[in-house]
C-alpha cells in the first residue's frame, strides 16, 4: 500500500482539538485522512500519533514520504497564552517608551476603561542606547559601544533570552543595528536576535518595533517546536528535505528558514491560510468565482472570502492585539467551534463561547471528564453524530452525557422541557453568531455577499 519510495505528500495540521493528516500519493492519485486527538502539552506528540495511525491503517511509513507540510497554530497560542521567551529591547536612546505609548491610539474610541494587551516586553527590558540616524540614513550619532554593551550584559543578567533590536529609521541604514547585532553575538551568546531592519525594513516606528517584538517573543518557542519535530520526524523515518511550513499568506517556508531565520511573524495564521487556500482550489478547480470559507474546528470558526479566485489579503494585521506587519490571509476567528462551551449567564441569557473545551476533557460525550455543555454535545443530542463512529470509528460517544450536560448547563436555567430543545437553542445562537459575523465582515470590505457561494470546511463545518 505504500506505494513507491517517496511517493506520498502529507499535510498536517495541529487544531485545538485535534491533529488532521492527509496523505496524497503523486503516482497513484490514492489519498488517505487520519484524525487524532492533539496534545496540547506537545503539539509534536498528535504529529507523531497520526504519522503511525497512517502506518498501521495504510502501511505508509517515514520512507514513503516525498514532501510534508505543516500548518500549525503554535506560534498564536503562545501569543494567546503569553508563554514566549523573556524579551529585552533594544531602542535609540530617549524612546523607551515607544512600548507603552505605542500609537496612542485605541481600536474602540468610545470605550473609556480599555486596557492594552499585556505588553511582550517589560520596562524594565527596555534599554536605550545613545545612537541617532535620520529619515535619510544619514548618521548623527554613532552607536554608543560600551552602553551597548553594558545594555546587553545586564538584560543577560536578567534572564533575558530573545532580544530585539529597534532603533529611528534602521529601514534607511542599518548600521547601527547590524553593529548591536555583533555585540549581542559576543556578550550574550546563543541569545536569540531580532533586528526591525530585518523583520520589516519600512516607515512606521511603533508598526515596525511591535512586529519585531512579537517575533523576538515567538521564535525561540517555535524553533524549540520544529527542532523537536524534525527530530521526531527523523526518527520516524521521515528524511525528506521537502519539509515546509505554512506561512500566513497561504504559502509555505522550508522548516530551515522557520528555525532561527527570522520570519516567526509570518506563521502566525499557520493553521488558518490552509483552509483558505483551499477555497481558492476549489474556486479553480469547480468553477467558482467567489466564495466564503467557512472553518469550523474545535474551537474557533475561522471566516474568509475568496474574490475571483484569490483570498483577499493584508498586509498588517491584529492578533491577539498586537499589531503585525506580514502578508497574510485575511481570516477573521469566532468563537464557534465543536467544543464552544454553552452556559446560561448571570442574567439569563444563553452564551456561546469564547471559552472551549478542547479535546482533553473535551465535550461531555467523550467522557473524559468534561461537565460542561458544548456545540458538539448539542450536535449529539439532536441525532447529527453517530455515537458508535467518531474520529474514523477509533473513538465511541456517549449521548446519555450529552444531554445530563445540556440540561445542567442550559436547560434547567432556561426551563427547557427537553435536552433537545437546549441543544436545538444552542445551536441557533452559535449559527446566529456566525451569520452576524459574516456579514459584519463583508459589510466592511465592501463585499456583496449575494455574488458569494458558501463553504464550510473543518471538523465542524459540514454540521
Not at 87 to 101: E, S
Not at 137 to 153: N, Q, W
Not at 197 to 218: C, D, G, H, K
Request: charged share 20%; glycine share 12%; net charge negative.
Amino acid at each position: 500500500m505504500g506505494g513507491r519510495l517517496s511517493d506520498w505528500r502529507i499535510g498536517v495540521d495541529v487544531g485545538g482539538s485535534f491533529t488532521d493528516l492527509v496523505a496524497f500519493n503523486t503516482r497513484s492519485g490514492e489519498l488517505k485522512i487520519e484524525k487524532v486527538p492533539t496534545v496540547k502539552a506537545d503539539p509534536a506528540v498528535g504529529v507523531m500519533d497520526a504519522l503511525a495511525k497512517l502506518e498501521r491503517d495504510w502501511g505508509v511509513g517515514g520512507g514513503d514520504v516525498e514532501a510534508f507540510l505543516h500548518g500549525t497554530t503554535i506560534g498564536t497560542n503562545a501569543l494567546l497564552e503569553m508563554k514566549g521567551a523573556r524579551v529585552g529591547l533594544l531602542v535609540t536612546g530617549g524612546f523607551r517608551a515607544i512600548p507603552q505609548v505605542q500609537t496612542g491610539s485605541q481600536p474602540r474610541p468610545f470605550l473609556l476603561f480599555y486596557h492594552r494587551p499585556e505588553g511582550l516586553v517589560q520596562p524594565v527590558h527596555v534599554r536605550d542606547v545613545p545612537e541617532r540616524v535620520d529619515k535619510s540614513g544619514e548618521v548623527i550619532t554613532r552607536l554608543d559601544v560600551e552602553a551597548t554593551r553594558r545594555a546587553v550584559r545586564a538584560l543577560r543578567d536578567d534572564g533575558v533570552t530573545s532580544i530585539a533590536v529597534s532603533f529611528l529609521f534602521s529601514y534607511a541604514n542599518s548600521s547601527h543595528e547590524q553593529a548591536a547585532r555583533r555585540i549581542i553575538e559576543e556578550e550574550h551568546p546563543g541569545c536569540v536576535i531580532s533586528l526591525s531592519s530585518e523583520i520589516m525594513p519600512r516607515i512606521r516606528e511603533w508598526p515596525r518595533m511591535s512586529t519585531t517584538l512579537v517575533n523576538a517573543y515567538l521564535e525561540p518557542v517555535l524553533t524549540a517546536y520544529l527542532r523537536s519535530l524534525d527530530q521526531q520526524l527523523a526518527e520516524r523515518d521521515v528524511t525528506t528535505s521537502q519539509r515546509y511550513l505554512m506561512q500566513s499568506n497561504g504559502g509555505v517556508m522550508p522548516f530551515s528558514a522557520a528555525i532561527r531565520g527570522g520570519r516567526t511573524h509570518h506563521t502566525l495564521l499557520s493553521g488558518p491560510a490552509a483552509g483558505v487556500v483551499s477555497a481558492a482550489f476549489l474556486c479553480a478547480t469547480q468553477g467558482f468565482r467567489n466564495l466564503v470559507s467557512l472553518d469550523i474546528g474545535g474551537t474557533s470558526a475561522d471566516v474568509a472570502f475568496v474574490e475571483g479566485g484569490v483570498p483577499v489579503e493584508v498586509t498588517q494585521g491584529q492578533i491577539e492585539g498586537r499589531t503585525v506587519y506580514a502578508p497574510m490571509v485575511d481570516v477573521e476567528a469566532v468563537s464557534a467551534g465543536g467544543g464552544t462551551i454553552a452556559r446560561v449567564d448571570s442574567g439569563g441569557l444563553l452564551r456561546v463561547g469564547p471559552d472551549s473545551a478542547g479535546s482533553d476533557p473535551g465535550p461531555a460525550c467523550y467522557g473524559r471528564g468534561g461537565m460542561e455543555a458544548t456545540i458538539t454535545d448539542a450536535d449529539m443530542a439532536l441525532g447529527y453524530l453517530d455515537p458508535d463512529y467518531f474520529l474514523g470509528g477509533a473513538m465511541s460517544l456517549d449521548p446519555a452525557a450529552s444531554e445530563r450536560a445540556l440540561m445542567e448547563g442550559v436547560g434547567n436555567p432556561l426551563g427547557s422541557r427537553s435536552p433537545q430543545e437546549a441543544a436545538w437553542g444552542t445551536i441557533k445562537v452559535i449559527e446566529v453568531k456566525m451569520a452576524d459575523r459574516i456579514l459584519a465582515l463583508a459589510s466592511e470590505k465592501g463585499i456583496s455577499l449575494r455574488e458569494f457561494s458558501l463553504m464550510a470546511g473543518g471538523g465542524a463545518g459540514p454540521l
